[in-house]
């Protein structure tokens, strides 16, 4: 996987809790809520609002095309 060279905070909150979505475990997904936490810390809530937005759309558009390829297997 290759390396992400992240810019700023809120690069690194979206990229936080995106792992954390996808995490492994549940333990691994804790620590990624607790880095995504103490980023979010130094960003205005405008910031985080947008973010946590743009990650909804993106897993509803998965779950979009998930369906739409399920629905062609059967």
């Known amino acids: 996987m290759p ?8 690069e690194a909150y979206n990229l936080a809790l995106r792992l954390a979505i996808t995490a492994p475990t549940e333990e691994k997904s804790q620590e990624c809520i607790a880095i995504a936490e103490s980023i979010g810390q ?15 759309q993106a897993l509803q558009e998965v779950a979009q095309w998930q369906n ?7």
């Open 42 to 56: 130094r960003l205005p809530e405008s910031f985080k609002e947008k973010c946590r937005k743009t990650i909804e």
């Open 3 to 10: 390396k992400t060279k992240l810019t700023n905070d809120y």
């Open 68 to 74: 739409k390829t399920q629905d062609k297997n059967y």
